[in-house]
Structures are given as C-alpha cells and as structure tokens.
C-alpha cells in the first residue's frame, strides 16, 4: 500500500523565522524516496498545545505516519514527547527503543532522547530528534519495518 505521512517541525527559533528548517525537508525528502505521500509539512513551535493540536489534527485527515522531528531533548522547552503520550491511545515503545539502540552506535548522546512513539486510530506517531542527521538516522532505523506496522494498523496484515 501506498501511504500518506505528515512532517511537524517542533522548534520555537523556526516557527519564528530565525533559522530554516532543514530536518523537516530532510524526513520529507527520505520519506517521499521510500514511496510514502507527504500530504503536509509545518513548522510549530514547542508548546504543548501547538504539538497536542497539529497532531489530532493529521490524526483526523487519517495520516498513516505523522513524524515530529524536535522537541525530544532535556531543555526545558522540549515537550513534543509529553504532547504526543496526550495525543496516542496506545504506546509502540520498540520503535524509540530500537532508534534509540541503533543511534547509539553513532552517538553514545542518543540515550539523551525522549523521544516516544505511539498510536492513535489507524496513525503511526513517531517522534525525531531535531537535527537533521538525526531525524533522517533514526527514521532510516526503523523505516523498513513501518510498512509492515501500518498494514497491521489498517487490517491488511495481521
């Protein structure tokens, strides 16, 4: 199946203007490589009801994956994983535990991600880290066996 993806760039110094994204084009730019529809790319800032909002919101047009990249670290400010454990009805902990796992092997600073994944309905949420080689790292991780989870998700495999 062909499935549809949204990309949320959590980051208050972008949503603003002061710097340009780069990790939003960069997961787009992975993603749309292995075949998804990237139906929408925004940039937010980190507030939790920014993040709780955009994420119901690609929840309710159905999106199969919705990525957030940012917003996973120890500042104060990082929130994107409190705002997703609000958004999901069910958590897939193997997924942050294997990007995580597998990031380790590049950076020992990968155990400092909070990052969660999670579902809601027939949405896959994940949550990236910000910088650009890092949310495209971790995405490439787990990228082969997400197929596989959405068709579960929507009742083509089992």
Do not use: W
């Not at 949503?15 to 998804?36: I, R």
């Not at 994420?55 to 500042?75: D, E, K, M, Y």
């Not at 910088?131 to 990228?143: D, Q």
């Amino acid at each position: 199946m062909n499935y549809t993806a949204a990309v949320i760039t959590v980051s208050d110094r972008a949503s603003k203007g002061e710097y340009s994204d780069k990790s939003g084009p960069a997961v787009t730019e992975l993603l749309t490589a292995e075949g998804y529809t990237v139906t929408s790319v925004i940039i937010i800032p980190d507030e939790k009801n920014s993040i709780t909002e955009a994420l119901l919101a690609a929840c309710a047009q159905r999106v199969s994956l919705i990525l957030t990249t940012g917003g996973t670290g120890f500042s104060p400010r990082d929130v994107t994983p409190e705002a997703t454990r609000e958004v999901i009805e069910r958590e897939a902990p193997g997924i942050a535990e294997f990007m995580r796992a597998q990031s380790c092997t590049i950076t020992p600073r990968a155990i400092l991600s909070r990052g969660i994944a999670g579902i809601r309905g027939t949405s896959l949420i994940i949550n990236l880290p910000g910088s650009p080689r890092g949310a495209c790292e971790n995405l490439a991780a787990v990228l082969p066996y997400l197929a596989h989870g959405l068709d579960m998700l929507n009742g083509v495999k089992e």
